[in-house]
C-alpha cells in the first residue's frame, strides 16, 4: 500500500511540474512579435500637420529613445537602408479648458493629441503594425495669476510644454510597447 502511494505521490509531483511548466508565463517587454527578419528600424522624423512647433521633433525623439531603452534593435533616423520603418503623422492638437475657478476663467486645460502610426517591412512592403487613430491626453494646471485673475503668459506656455512632453512620453511607451508586445 506505502509503495502504491509513493507512485501516486511521485505521478502527482511529476504531472504537477509538467503544468506549471506548461502554463505559457514569460517576462514582460523580453519577446516580440516582429519578424526575426526585423534587426534595424528606420524611424524618420514624424510628420506634424499641426501649428505646434516642433511636436514633430519631441515626438520622434521620444520614441527613438524607447526603442533605443529596449535594446533589441539597431535604430537610425532615415528610411532607407533598414528593415523595417516606422512612419509617424501627428494629426491634430486641440487644448481646451476642462476646469474654471471663481471668476469663470479657465484654471485647467486638457491637451488631446491624434496621430497615425504605421511600421512597415521595407523587404516585401507589408504593414507589420499600424494605429491609424492614437489619441492622447495630458492635462495641466494654469498657475501663475496675476493680481488681476488674468493668467501670466510665460508660466501658461511653461505648463504647456510640460504636459506636451509628458503626452510625447505617453505616446512612445505606448507604441513601442504596442509594436513589440503585439497588443
Do not use: H
Amino acid at each position: 500500500m506505502t509503495k502504491i502511494l509513493r507512485i501516486l505521490s511521485v505521478l502527482f509531483l511529476l504531472g504537477g511540474g509538467v503544468f506549471v511548466s506548461a502554463c505559457g508565463y514569460a517576462l514582460a517587454g523580453r519577446g516580440s512579435a516582429l519578424p526575426a527578419s526585423v534587426r534595424t528600424i528606420g524611424i524618420p522624423m514624424f510628420t506634424n500637420r499641426t501649428p505646434v512647433f516642433n511636436l514633430e521633433t519631441t515626438l520622434t525623439t521620444k520614441v527613438r529613445a524607447e526603442f533605443i531603452g529596449r535594446g533589441r534593435y539597431q535604430i537610425v533616423p532615415t528610411a532607407s537602408g533598414v528593415d523595417s520603418v516606422l512612419i509617424g503623422e501627428v494629426t491634430s492638437v486641440s487644448i481646451v479648458p476642462s476646469a474654471f475657478n471663481n471668476q469663470q476663467l479657465a484654471s485647467r486645460y486638457a491637451i488631446t493629441m491624434s496621430a497615425r502610426v504605421q511600421l512597415k517591412d521595407t523587404r516585401d512592403d507589408s504593414v507589420l503594425w499600424e494605429n491609424p487613430s492614437l489619441v492622447f491626453r495630458q492635462e495641466f494646471d494654469a498657475t501663475g495669476t496675476q493680481g488681476t485673475g488674468a493668467i501670466d503668459a510665460t508660466t501658461f506656455f511653461g505648463q504647456d510644454t510640460n504636459a506636451l512632453d509628458r503626452l510625447s512620453g505617453e505616446f512612445a511607451r505606448s507604441i513601442v510597447s504596442a509594436i513589440l508586445e503585439a497588443f
